[in-house]
């Protein structure tokens, strides 16, 4: 079955533009994940949605960060006034359960 | 809070000898623990995980982890490396609270295969 998908795979971007990253979760799952992952570092938590809502967005680094779920399946994240510093692999993930997390492949964010 | 430490950040075996990738964690609430792994420009696949059952966990491509809860560690083994083994790998730790939760990960050990 098709697992998580991320669109777009690469974007570049200039110093304070705005960026869209977009994530197709697993058909069903009402659990939706962002994280980041910066060169040669683990994976570090943004934002959850159960649902519609966001659960937990205590990972968001600043207000220039925002992401959205409004039917409860496709999420996009959003990203104003972009920096240098927000460069880095932007992957999603979702899950049914409580205890497994699947994972799209991730966007590849350069800001130059 | 919740945090992991996974020491090394580069393990380099020889192919068909054992694989250890240290993983410790600290977690204010029971935990549920991860090993996923990254393959170059791939997303992240998860190898096992520990869900409060057997403190032994088999997972995928004949790794194992056992939970150590006196030692707060979670290792990952495999008897015998192979070359398609070398990739990265996370551990991670999430609330064991029975509902959807956010995952904490440690900084990756990369590990390298030779013949």
């Known amino acids: 079955g098709a697992g998580v998908s991320q669109t777009p795979s690469n974007k570049v971007t200039e110093k304070g533009k705005y960026v869209e990253l977009r994530c197709d979760p697993i058909s069903g799952h009402t659990a939706l994940y962002w994280y980041r992952q910066s060169l040669g570092q683990g994976p570090e938590f943004l934002i959850y949605?159960?649902?519609?809502?966001?659960?937990?967005d205590s990972g968001l680094p600043n207000d220039r960060f925002f992401a959205v779920r409004p039917e409860g399946s496709v999420s996009t994240l959003k990203i104003q006034r972009t920096e240098r510093g927000d460069s880095a692999v932007y992957l999603c993930a979702s899950s049914a359960s409580a205890n497994e997390q699947f994972f799209g492949p991730g966007t590849r964010l350069t800001v130059l | 809070a919740q945090s992991v430490t996974q020491l090394g950040s580069h393990v380099s075996v020889s192919e068909g000898a054992l694989v250890l990738l240290r993983c410790n964690y600290s977690?204010?609430?029971?935990?549920?623990l991860f090993w996923y792994v990254q393959y170059p420009n791939q997303g992240l696949q998860l190898l096992l995980k520990?869900?409060?059952?057997?403190?032994l966990v088999k997972g995928i491509n004949g790794f194992e982890a056992e939970f150590k809860k006196s030692e707060t560690s979670f290792h990952l083994t495999k008897p015998s490396a192979h070359m398609s083994d070398a990739a990265e790998y996370f551990c991670?730790?999430?609330?064991?609270?029975?509902?959807?939760?956010?995952?904490?990960f440690g900084t990756g050990t990369r590990l390298q295969v030779t013949l």
């Open positions: 977690s204010s609430v029971p935990p549920y």
């Open positions: 520990y869900t409060s059952a057997a403190t």
């Open positions: 991670a730790v999430s609330r064991n609270t029975g509902t959807a939760s956010k995952l904490t």
């Open positions: 949605f159960q649902g519609t809502g966001a659960a937990d």
